[in-house]
């Protein structure tokens, strides 16, 4: 069974940072692409990153470029979130998840469709 669970999220303050997790079961994550989503309360689910299924290819959202990285440990079937400089607007509920298509590069939500159940980062003073 696929199955995808997101740990690391936690009340932070603003300039601080955090690590999210995303671990994997039930497929090979060598094959896909996965993706980082978050949604804010009243707010659409938006793309944060990517990271293909090698690990070559990165992309960003431009509220979070230089601030965050994403990386893979395809060994512990395990996708990492680094957030550093945390600002309140980072507040949301992350998600990670599968594409569609195995080795998309896009970021938009409706290409996805495998998630997790989401780990609430609230960033707030």
């Known amino acids: 069974q696929l199955q995808l669970v997101e740990s690391g999220g936690d009340l932070v303050q603003p300039g601080t940072s955090l690590r999210l997790s995303c671990v994997v079961s039930?497929?090979?994550?060598?094959?896909?692409?996965i993706g980082w989503f978050r949604q804010a309360p009243g707010k659409e689910r938006e793309g944060v990153s990517l990271?293909?299924?090698?690990?070559?290819?990165?992309k960003y959202a431009d509220s979070v470029k230089g601030r965050f990285t994403i990386s893979r440990d395809n060994a512990k079937n395990t996708v990492y979130l680094q957030m550093d400089s945390l600002k309140p607007e980072d507040t949301a509920v992350y998600y990670c998840a599968i594409p569609l298509i195995a080795n998309s590069l896009g970021l938009r939500p409706e290409e996805y469709d495998y998630w997790g159940q989401g780990t609430q980062v609230t960033v707030s003073s």
């Open positions: 990271i293909s299924s090698d690990g070559t290819i990165t």
């Open positions: 039930g497929f090979t994550l060598d094959d896909y692409t």
